[in-house]
């Protein structure tokens, strides 16, 4: 029986993280913040933040309160959320795992000459 339960529990873990997944590459939230959330330049990262501080964060969004002039780009996304998203997209977000890839392109050597550096 608890075996059952856990495999219930874990299917529903992994559907809301979908849910969760799919919601953030549909509002466009990677194209800023990052395919995994790492964030990107000026963009903070919000991967493996704690989810009490995300929460917090989407919902003053939510509400219009903002603490920086990036944060205005925010407020029209967090109130496109419900309630229930925001606890979850935090939740996701602060479990969220970046993946690499097993095979990448590594550079073994780099030559600067002729690549107009001076």
């Known amino acids: 029986m608890k075996r059952l339960i856990l495999i219930l529990l874990s299917t529903l873990a992994l559907e809301?993280?979908?849910?969760?997944?799919?919601?953030?590459?549909?509002?466009?939230?990677?194209?800023?913040h990052g395919l995994y959330a790492e964030g990107i330049g000026a963009t903070p990262r919000l991967?493996?933040?704690p989810?009490?501080?995300?929460?917090?964060?989407l919902k003053n969004?939510?509400?219009?309160?903002?603490?920086?002039?990036?944060?205005?780009?925010?407020?029209s996304f967090a109130q496109a959320l419900s309630d229930e998203q925001i606890d979850k997209?935090?939740?996701?977000?602060?479990?969220?795992?970046?993946?690499?890839?097993?095979?990448?392109y590594e550079l073994e050597y780099y030559d600067n000459t002729g690549d107009g550096a001076s």
């Open 16 to 32: 809301a993280a979908d849910e969760m997944e799919e919601l953030y590459l549909k509002n466009g939230c990677s194209s800023c």
């Open 47 to 49: 991967q493996g933040k």
């Open 51 to 57: 989810e009490g501080l995300l929460k917090e964060r």
């Open 61 to 75: 969004l939510k509400a219009g309160k903002t603490r920086s002039a990036f944060g205005t780009i925010m407020i």
């Open 89 to 104: 997209m935090a939740h996701w977000l602060a479990n969220l795992k970046k993946v690499e890839p097993e095979e990448r």
